[in-house]
């Protein structure tokens, strides 16, 4: 068994999104193109029952913390946001929360009811990704529109909410930091965190030319006609790498947009990987194709107790783990941008 408690449950409560950020797993960026990925279905919107099943189907953590964040969506495309926030604190009435938004999506009247639902001693909160100021977090944030999102911070602070603002720190916003926490500040956000850019400077730097974000949005995937191919080549795990492994040490699970059960988010953003063998490595360590672990043909319940997880556990705990776990689990991997959900 993994699990005996769950302590994390991060669920991506809607798999669209408005806004075209260029390394978001939604999209794939080929030359000066941003193109859907078709491997993720991008349109999924979890129902009120299914969370409902999912907050009380397996016994959870008395301070459970509940994440609302896409992997390749914003949870407030998700119309029904108030309705699924409202179920998860019925029935977990002294969960942590925080919500992950662009802050462009829905209106004030529902960042004000969500303020509602979220008074907490600072325990709730939404987190509004904003990359710098009016004439910047477009630029990587391509499409949200700017008056729309403070609009709807200003509505959750002034409802009672409990707000942070976070900042990803690039090359052509850096300079803006102290400004941005500045309006923070003023705008009554409680907290400003800035953080370091997981990207190569260089892939951002190349597409933000004269102040102007220069990739073209295609409402369609790639082709071999636009000169792209999925030819990345295989990489080996070493044999002995030793796995620490955050779905089962911090009792964290993922449920996605469109009702399937993941240990982690890595998993499950590795199955909408442009890459085939990185697709086939999780497709295989999940037991995939196959209903075992989707919400919308068992129970939370029936999938947590289920056989499949053991299978997962014994891959990570062998000699020879799978690329995604030694990837995001091995003890010494030197990723970047290292997830991290044990608490
Ligand atoms: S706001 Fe989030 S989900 Fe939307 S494109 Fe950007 S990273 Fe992806
Ligand atoms: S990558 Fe593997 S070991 Fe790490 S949390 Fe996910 S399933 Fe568990």
Not at 176 to 182: D, L, R, S
Not at 185 to 195: A, N
Not at 307 to 335: G, Q, R
Request: hydrophobic share 35%.
């Amino acid at each position: 068994m993994i699990y005996t408690k769950i302590h994390t449950l991060e669920i991506e409560l809607s798999s669209s999104c408005n806004a075209g950020c260029c390394v978001c797993p939604r999209y794939i960026q080929h030359n000066d193109g941003l193109y859907l990925n078709p491997h993720a279905d991008l349109n999924q919107h979890l129902t009120a029952d299914v969370i409902r099943d999912v907050v009380t189907g397996f016994p959870t953590a008395n301070n459970l913390k509940v994440d609302l964040i896409g992997t390749v969506g914003d949870p407030l495309s998700n119309k029904n946001i108030v309705e699924l926030v409202d179920t998860i604190v019925t029935h977990k009435p002294d969960c942590i929360m925080q919500i992950h938004t662009n802050g462009s999506l829905r209106n004030p009247k529902t960042f004000s009811q969500l303020a509602e639902l979220m008074p907490y001693h600072g325990q709730r909160k939404i987190v509004f990704s904003f990359d710098g100021l009016e004439d910047t977090n477009h630029l990587y944030r391509k499409n949200v529109n700017w008056s729309r999102a403070i609009a709807n911070a200003e509505a959750f602070i002034s409802a009672g909410g409990n707000a942070m603002w976070k900042m990803v720190k690039f090359n052509h916003n850096k300079h803006q930091i102290q400004e941005a926490k500045k309006l923070a500040l003023t705008l009554g956000f409680k907290r400003f965190q800035t953080s370091a850019n997981q990207s190569p400077d260089n892939l951002i730097d190349r597409i933000i030319v004269n102040k102007e974000n220069i990739l073209t949005m295609h409402k369609r995937p790639p082709t071999l006609a636009d000169g792209y191919e999925d030819d990345d080549p295989k990489e080996l795990v070493d044999p002995g790498t030793i796995i620490e492994a955050q779905c089962e040490i911090g009792q964290y699970v993922h449920v996605r947009a469109d009702g399937l059960v993941f240990p982690c988010c890595m998993v499950a953003g590795s199955m909408v990987d442009p890459t085939e063998w990185i697709r086939k490595d999780s497709m295989d360590l999940m037991q995939l194709p196959g209903d075992w672990n989707n919400l919308y043909k068992r129970s939370f319940s029936d999938i947590m107790y289920s056989k499949e997880w053991s299978a997962i556990k014994n891959n990570y705990d062998s000699d020879t783990p799978c690329y995604v776990c030694a990837d995001n689990c091995a003890v010494d991997h030197d990723k970047a941008n290292k997830a991290y959900h044990v608490r």
